[in-house]
C-alpha cells in the first residue's frame, strides 16, 4: 500500500525556520515526481496551494511565487524521503502541509497542479505567530 507521512510541523515565531519532512512507504520515491502543497485554515480542498514540486529526475523544480527565495524542496532517495525546508516564516504560512507523489513518464516534468498528483500524505500543521 502506498503511503507517504509527513513530520516537522510546529509553532514558530515570524522570522523562524522549519524543515518539513515526508517519507514514503510501499513504493520508491526515486520513480516519483514530488511536490509540497498547504492548505490554509477554512479552505477547502479545491483550494490547497502548490507550493514547491520537483521532477523525478530532481533536475526541476517550481515554486509558488509567494515562496520563492524562502523555500526549499530537496530529495533523498536513499532515504525515500522528501524535505520542505522553509526560512523567513510569515504569518500567511500558517497551513496544514501535504506532500504528493505521482508517476510521470517524464522524468523532468514538475507541477504545482493539485489534480496532477493521486497520492498524499494526511498533513502537518504549521503556525506562524508571536
Known amino acids: 500500500q502506498l503511503a507517504l507521512v509527513e513530520s516537522g510541523g510546529g509553532l514558530v515565531q515570524p522570522g523562524g525556520s522549519l524543515r518539513l519532512s515526508c517519507v514514503a512507504s510501499?513504493?520508491?520515491?526515486?520513480?516519483?515526481?514530488v511536490g509540497w502543497f498547504r492548505q490554509a485554515p477554512g479552505k477547502a480542498v479545491r483550494e490547497r496551494e502548490g507550493?514547491?514540486?520537483?521532477?523525478?529526475?530532481?533536475?526541476?523544480?517550481d515554486y509558488a511565487n509567494s515562496v520563492k527565495g524562502r523555500f526549499t524542496i530537496s530529495r533523498d532517495n536513499a532515504r525515500n524521503t522528501v524535505y520542505l525546508q522553509m526560512d523567513n516564516l510569515r504569518p500567511e504560512d500558517t497551513a496544514t502541509y501535504y506532500c504528493?507523489?505521482?508517476?510521470?513518464?517524464?522524468?523532468?516534468?514538475?507541477?504545482?497542479?493539485?489534480?496532477?498528483?493521486?497520492?498524499w500524505g494526511q498533513g502537518t500543521q504549521v503556525f506562524v505567530s508571536s
Open positions: 504528493a507523489a505521482d508517476f510521470k513518464g517524464d522524468p523532468e516534468i514538475t507541477t504545482l497542479v493539485r489534480q496532477e498528483y493521486d497520492t
Open positions: 510501499g513504493f520508491s520515491l526515486r520513480n516519483y515526481a
Open positions: 507550493v514547491a514540486c520537483m521532477s523525478r529526475s530532481g533536475g526541476n523544480t
